[in-house]
C-alpha cells in the first residue's frame, strides 16, 4: 500500500531540521545524525500509519501501546475542540476542578472497581509513578510509619523515564544513565519463565518468583517496606507474561506483611488484555494503580494514579496538605477526550471483543509461526504478544551466544515489510489498537514470519559464541 509523497524538497527540510533542533526519545543521536534524520509520519488511518515516502506501515505497536481505539477518531479531536472552545485549561491546585476531570474520574473509578474509588490526575506514565512513590511514603509517615520507605519492584519493570520512574523500574542500562536507582528501591528476579526457568514448570516457577518478594521483603525488613509495584504483564521488559498462580501468590505475601499493593497498568489499562484493567483478568485487588497511555488511547496526554478508599481516609482524618501535583493534573481537554475514549470503548465493546474474539484469534494466528526454525516461543494475552527468537528449536540458547543479536534484524525485516514491531533484545514483541481485524492480525502474523524466513540465512552466519 503507497500513498502520496511528501514533497522531496520538503521532507529534505524536515529531515534536516530533526538533525539539526530535534532529540527524540530513547534515541542514539549519532545514529540519527548518520541516518541524515528521523523517519517522518504524516497521518494515520484505523490501525495504519502512513511516512513521507509515501509507504503504509500496519501499526502493530499502536503508536508506543497506547493508541487503543486506533487512529482518526473524528469524536476525539471533536472533544478537543469543544472543550478548548469553553475551558481549554484551568488547574486544580486552588480548590478547583473541571466538569469533564471530575467525570473522568467517576468514569475511572467504575470501571476499576471495589475500593478504588480515587484519582490523581497526571501528564505521563512516568509521572503517575512518581506519584505512587510520594504517596506511599506519604501514607507511612502519616501512618506513624516513616521508616517504610523501601519499594520492591522486578527486575526489567519498566515503570517511566523520570528519576522516580526510572529507579523503580529494573532496566539496568537506564540506571547506569544518571546514577540510579534513588535510594530506597529493591529489584528481585521477574516472572519470566522462558528466559529464566526453561523447562521448569510453570507453577513451580511462580511460586519461585513470588517467592523471591518474600525473601526481599525479610531481607531488608517488613516494617521498612512500603509497597510492591508490578505490570500485570510486563511490557517493555519484553511481554512478560507471569505464570499461573504468581499474582495471587504475590498478593498473599503484600497482605501478610501489611504491604501495599501497586498495579502499573499503563500498558495493560484499558482493555489490553480483555479486561479494563489487567490486574481484574488476574483477580488481585491491588491498592493503588497507575494508568495512562490507553486512557486517552494517546490522542492528548493524561495519566492517572488511581488510590483506595482506604489510603485516602486515613489522610483525610490526618488532614495536612499532600504536597504534589503538575501544573496540568487534571487538564479539561485531556480529560475530556479521555472520557470520551472510554465512551468509545465502552460503546464498541472493545475490550469484550478483545477478551471474546481478536484476542484468540491473535492466538491462534500465532500457531503459524510456533513451528519455524527460529521461534522458541511465541506467547499473547489478550492484544499483546512475543515472539522469541533462538538458535536451536527447542532450546532458548540465543545467536552469538547473546541476547540482542537477532531480534533487531528480523524487527528492522518486518518494518521495511510493513509492520511496526519492536524488538526487546531477542523478543519481538506487538500491541496492536483493538480494532484490528482478523486480516490485519493474518497480516500481521504472516510478515513477521516472511521476516523470520528471510533473516534466517544471515542469522545463521552470524559468529559463534566465544
Request: hydrophobic share 45%; proline share 5%.
Amino acid at each position: 500500500m503507497t500513498q502520496a509523497k511528501m514533497p522531496a524538497a520538503r521532507m529534505a527540510e524536515l529531515k534536516r531540521l530533526d538533525v539539526a533542533h530535534h532529540l527524540p526519545g530513547q534515541t542514539d543521536y549519532r545514529l540519527q545524525a548518520e541516518l541524515g534524520g528521523s523517519r517522518i509520519i504524516t497521518h494515520a488511518e484505523g490501525c495504519m500509519v502512513h511516512d513521507a515516502e509515501g509507504n503504509a506501515v500496519l501499526d502493530g505497536m499502536a503508536g508506543l501501546w497506547c493508541v487503543n481505539a486506533g487512529y482518526g477518531r473524528e469524536e476525539l479531536a471533536r472533544a478537543a475542540y469543544e472543550q478548548m472552545q469553553q475551558l481549554p485549561y484551568y488547574n486544580t491546585f486552588f480548590k478547583t476542578a473541571s466538569e469533564p476531570t471530575v467525570r473522568l474520574a467517576a468514569a475511572v473509578a467504575e470501571r476499576l472497581g471495589g475500593k478504588l474509588s480515587h484519582i490523581f490526575f497526571n501528564t505521563s506514565g512516568s509521572e503517575a509513578n512518581d506519584t505512587v512513590l510520594r504517596l506511599v511514603r506519604h501514607y507511612w509517615a502519616v501512618r506513624g510509619q516513616p521508616q517504610r520507605r523501601i519499594i520492591i519492584s522486578r527486575w526489567n519493570a519498566y515503570h517511566g523515564s523520570t528519576v522516580a520512574g526510572a529507579s523503580l523500574g529494573g532496566m539496568k542500562a537506564m540506571h547506569e544513565q544518571g546514577d540510579l536507582p534513588i535510594p530506597g528501591i529493591e529489584h528481585v528476579m521477574q516472572p519470566y519463565a522462558f528466559g529464566l526457568a526453561f523447562g521448569e514448570d510453570p507453577a513451580v516457577f511462580g511460586a519461585r518468583a513470588a517467592a523471591a518478594i518474600e525473601e526481599r521483603i525479610l531481607k531488608v525488613g517488613p516494617a521498612n517496606v512500603a509497597a510492591f509495584i508490578g505490570e500485570p504483564v510486563q511490557g517493555a521488559g519484553g511481554v512478560i507474561i507471569p505464570p499461573p498462580g504468581y499474582w495471587k501468590a504475590v498478593e498473599a505475601i503484600c497482605r501478610k506483611y501489611g504491604i501495599l499493593l501497586v498495579s502499573d497498568e499503563v500498558i495493560c489499562g484499558f482493555g489490553r488484555l480483555g479486561q479494563w484493567f489487567g490486574f481484574q483478568h488476574f483477580g488481585v485487588r491491588p491498592d493503588i494503580v497507575s494508568m495512562a497511555k490507553g486512557l486517552s488511547s494517546g490522542y492528548l496526554p493524561i495519566s492517572a494514579t488511581a488510590v483506595s478508599t482506604d489510603i485516602v481516609a486515613t489522610l483525610r482524618e490526618a488532614g495536612g496538605e499532600f504536597v504534589h501535583g503538575f501544573t496540568y493534573s487534571g487538564h479539561p481537554t485531556c480529560a475530556a477526550v479521555a472520557l470520551k475514549n472510554i465512551e468509545i470503548l465502552t460503546r464498541e465493546r472493545l475490550v469484550e471483543r478483545t477478551a471474546e474474539d481478536s484476542g484468540p484469534y491473535l492466538a491462534r494466528a500465532l500457531d503459524r509461526l510456533r513451528g519455524h526454525a527460529l521461534v522458541g516461543e511465541a506467547r499473547s494475552l489478550g492484544l499483546i504478544g512475543g515472539v522469541e527468537i533462538v538458535a536451536r528449536k527447542g532450546s532458548n540458547e540465543r545467536f552469538s551466544g547473546k541476547e540482542g543479536s537477532a531480534g533487531p534484524i528480523v524487527r528492522d525485516i518486518c518494518i521495511r515489510r510493513g509492520l511496526m514491531v519492536r524488538a526487546i533484545r531477542d523478543t519481538l514483541v506487538f500491541c496492536p489498537p483493538l480494532i484490528i481485524t482478523h486480516a490485519e492480525i493474518d497480516r500481521l502474523v504472516d510478515t513477521m514470519r516472511a521476516a523470520l524466513d528471510e533473516a534466517e540465512p544471515a542469522l545463521r552466519a552470524l559468529p559463534a559464541a566465544a
